[in-house]
């Protein structure tokens, strides 16, 4: 019996949750200023927001090579985790050392 595992939905899942753990790492970063007496907690964040996320980019870059490998049907989730996760590598890996 063949696994039915969709890896495309779950890629541009993991996509999605990707860039929400981005964007309260954002949120997080610029109100620290607000709250800078709590520096330790705000690290702490930080720190944990950081690896969810590396953590859902391994995972999801997973499922993208999966997805291809298995040669499965083309949609929108297809395309959107195939330009995404190279996107946002290129974003997040690259262009900060530039």
Known sequence: ???RTNYKKWAF???IYLLIVEAVSFYTVVNFFNDIENSDTFHLRVNILWNLSRV???????LTILMLTKKENKNYQYYISLIGY????IFSVVLPFL
């Open 1 to 3: 019996m063949e696994s």
């Open 13 to 15: 899942r993991l996509l």
């Open 56 to 62: 859902l980019f391994l995972l999801g870059s997973v």
């Open 86 to 89: 190279p996107l946002f590598l």
